[in-house]
C-alpha cells in the first residue's frame, strides 16, 4: 500500500515537471508575442520589442523606440529626407554640455548603428566645442552638400529643418531625440510616407 502511494506520487511528480518543461518549450518556439503585439502600420507588421518596436524592413530588422503614430506628427521636408538618404557619410553633433547630453548621444548611437546597418553609411560623431574626449569639433559650418551635419540641440520647441547646408535637431526633452531620431528612420525606410 506505502509503495502505491509513493509510486501514484512519483507519477504526479513527474507529471507536473512534463508540463512545466513543455510550457518553457511552447513559449520558446511559438514566441513572446501575442497578437496584440503585433500591429500593422502601412504594410508593415510591428512586434513590441522590449521597451520600443521592430519590423522587417528590406529583410533586415529595424528597431525604433517609438511606434510610427506617436511621431508622424513631427514634420520633416522631403529635401532632409533626401539628403539623408543620398549620403555615404553623416556628420552628428552637439554641445556635450547640454543637459540633454545623454538622450542625445543614446538618439545618435541609434541613429548611426541603424544606419549603419541598413544603408553602411558612415557616421561622424564630434561635439560643436573642444573637449575632452578627443572627439572632433564639428559645427554647422563643416555642412557640405556632400557631407551633412545633423546638429542636436535644445529647445522650447521639437523639430528639424535645414540651415543652409546644416540640418538643425531642436527638441525640449530627451525623449523628443529620440522620437526625432524615430521620425527621421521612418522616412528614410518610406515607412512614414
Given at each position: ?12 511528480v ?26 500593422k502600420y502601412?504594410d ?15 529583410q533586415?530588422?529595424?528597431v ?7 511621431v ?17 557619410q ?8 547640454t ?13 548611426f ?52 547646408n ?8 530627451g ?16 515607412i512614414?510616407?
Amino acid at each position: 500500500m506505502r509503495k502505491q502511494k509513493i509510486k501514484k506520487e512519483k507519477i504526479i511528480v513527474f507529471f507536473i515537471a512534463f508540463i512545466m518543461i513543455a510550457s518553457v518549450f511552447g513559449i520558446i518556439f511559438s514566441g513572446y508575442t501575442t497578437q496584440q503585439d503585433k500591429i500593422k502600420y502601412n504594410d508593415f507588421s510591428f512586434v513590441r520589442k522590449g521597451g520600443g518596436w521592430s519590423t522587417i524592413v528590406n529583410q533586415r530588422e529595424a528597431v525604433f523606440n517609438y511606434f510610427p503614430t506617436e511621431v508622424e506628427d513631427i514634420n520633416i521636408s522631403v529635401a532632409i529626407i533626401n539628403r539623408l538618404s543620398d549620403t555615404p557619410q553623416i556628420d552628428m553633433t552637439y554641445n556635450f554640455n547640454t543637459t540633454n547630453a545623454e538622450d542625445i548621444a543614446l538618439a545618435q548611437y541609434q541613429l548611426f548603428e541603424t544606419l549603419d546597418f541598413h544603408f553602411n553609411t558612415y557616421v561622424r560623431v564630434g561635439f560643436t566645442e573642444n573637449n575632452s574626449y578627443n572627439l572632433p569639433i564639428i559645427t554647422c559650418n563643416d555642412s557640405t552638400p556632400y557631407v551633412p551635419v545633423l546638429y542636436f540641440k535644445e529647445s522650447n520647441t521639437t523639430q528639424i529643418f535645414f540651415n543652409d547646408n546644416c540640418i538643425i535637431v531642436e527638441a525640449e526633452s530627451g525623449a523628443d531625440f529620440l522620437k526625432i531620431k524615430d521620425r527621421i528612420l521612418y522616412a528614410i525606410f518610406g515607412i512614414i510616407r
